[in-house]
């Protein structure tokens, strides 16, 4: 049977338990240091580690490049993108290939860091030992020889801590509690507060007074989060059954109809990546792109590259609750589609946001002036009501279809298209060098139309099987991509 969880005396906060606030506040400043990082990556390698005098002095480099050098290269062979021989031969490839390593990773890790604290450390302890693993990355990226170490640091600290603490939101409610909903609601409130403000703070320092000091305050952030998960143990869920205790715990066993199911939904992933290209990129080729050609002067004062992040940050912000408002509205006129068709219909929007900056590139080369950031802001509306239209959609399906036996674990499943779709950017960002501006975003318009045909006939296939099943149970919570 299952309880809710009682917390320690004291009244709610607006209606919702203590520990939700403490979670709210400790993931806002997580996501600061983050994205405070992912907003200078690109562009710090480029301008200043990558270059001569600076990379020699990386403990560990030569074998870390090698590694990526290896997978990318299995990757070009495997998919037909070259012969693998010329990887990462110039420090734009290596910068883009080894950005999409990292953001790949963090939709990969948190599997793992899940299972570890699902078998072993249980939450809290998983949780705060991923943020000191942060806290040490983040610092560690102020010294030239550490790179390497802090990437590993960020990478074990974002897996250990991501996941698990969306997991003890959904902990603090008993399994039919409406506030749930609304709990998620704040915590993603929270993130986009964080992906909106880190760019301009981290950006600011980095590009405007020095690297280190944008990575610094990203440590900072991250340390601050540490400090407010800790603060707020007590407010915290117990630790939910592990290792013996969890296996002795009785579940249904999967019918054909859910391995079919389970099939069809890993078979989509690839798919699914596809169509995140365009958005994915933002943290990759286009800050690249955009600083070599965007008007960026205003008053006299260049604007940070990086800052191109919170802009879109503010206009997803915006588009997620148009998106919402406008699937709201169609449902009391007319039938909704089905979830598959919203996918297509997003993937057909968002890949016109590529086409804009191909347009935008022709343009600047027939007249050779600076792209206004008119086309830029026009990019980021189309894209980010495509990606509104897709990324929600997308676990809505996810957590419904997936048999409820393994719904959570799904939920992390669908994540891993984001995982893919990042490596792939590291691969094709470094091309972004050797193709004319119009080619090398037509190729990314064609890439998210190829994934939007391919939905349709997923749907005309599969609709069945994925189609709403009459049951009463719940499906799992889903999160946005925190």
Request: with cysteine; net charge neutral.
């Amino acid at each position: 049977m299952t309880t809710a969880f009682v917390p320690p005396a004291g009244k709610d906060i607006l209606g919702h338990p203590r520990g939700l606030w403490y979670l709210v506040f400790a993931e806002a400043w997580e996501r600061f240091s983050y994205y405070g990082m992912q907003a200078l990556l690109v562009l710090y390698l480029t301008q200043y580690l990558l270059l001569p005098g600076h990379v020699h002095a990386v403990a560990g480099f030569e074998q870390f490049k090698g590694a990526v050098a290896a997978a990318y290269g299995w990757l070009s062979q495997t998919f037909g993108l070259g012969d693998g021989s010329n990887e990462l031969a110039t420090p734009i490839a290596t910068a883009a290939a080894i950005t999409g390593v990292y953001s790949a990773g963090v939709y990969a890790t948190p599997m793992i860091g899940g299972w570890i604290a699902d078998r072993f450390l249980g939450r809290t302890l998983t949780v705060a030992l991923g943020a000191l693993f942060m806290v040490a990355g983040h610092f560690l990226m102020a010294f030239d020889v550490a790179f390497v170490a802090a990437i590993a640091c960020l990478f074990i600290g974002v897996g250990l801590f991501k996941g698990n603490i969306a997991s003890q939101v959904g902990e603090l409610y008993g399994p039919d509690d409406l506030r749930r909903t609304t709990a998620y609601q704040t915590f993603l409130l929270g993130v986009q507060i964080a992906v909106i403000v880190a760019p301009i703070v981290t950006g600011f320092l980095g590009e405007k007074i020095a690297w280190h000091y944008g990575f610094g305050a990203a440590g900072v952030g991250m340390a601050v989060a540490l400090v407010v998960y800790l603060s707020g143990r007590k407010y915290l869920p117990p630790e939910a059954p592990r290792g013996r205790a969890a296996a002795g715990i009785k579940k249904d066993k999967l019918t054909g109809r859910d391995w079919a199911t389970m099939a069809v939904l890993i078979a989509m992933l690839p798919i699914l990546a596809a169509t995140a290209i365009g958005n994915q990129e933002i943290f990759n080729a286009y800050l690249l792109w955009g600083e070599e050609n965007y008007n960026l002067v205003f008053f006299g004062e260049t604007m940070p590259t990086s800052w191109l992040i919170s802009l879109d940050a503010i206009i997803s912000t915006i588009t997620v609750g148009g998106a919402l408002f406008f699937w709201t509205w169609w449902a009391k006129h007319w039938k909704e589609p089905d979830e598959i068709i919203k996918l297509a219909i997003g993937a057909v929007i968002a890949a016109g946001a590529p086409m804009l900056l191909a347009l935008a590139s022709a343009n600047a080369a027939a007249t050779g002036e600076k792209v206004s950031l008119i086309w830029g802001i026009g990019f980021h509306v189309i894209n980010d009501i495509g990606f509104a239209m897709i990324f929600p959609v997308g676990l809505a399906l996810f957590s419904r279809a997936a048999p409820r036996q393994v719904g959570g674990l799904f939920i992390g499943i669908y994540y891993l298209h984001l995982f893919i779709c990042n490596l792939a950017t590291g691969k094709v960002a470094g091309m972004i060098e050797t193709m004319d501006g119009f080619s090398f975003w037509a190729m990314h318009a064609a890439v998210i139309a190829g994934g939007a045909v391919a939905l349709v006939v997923f749907a005309v296939l599969f609709n069945k099987l994925l189609a709403p099943k009459a049951t009463g149970a719940a499906p799992a919570v889903a999160t946005a991509p925190a």
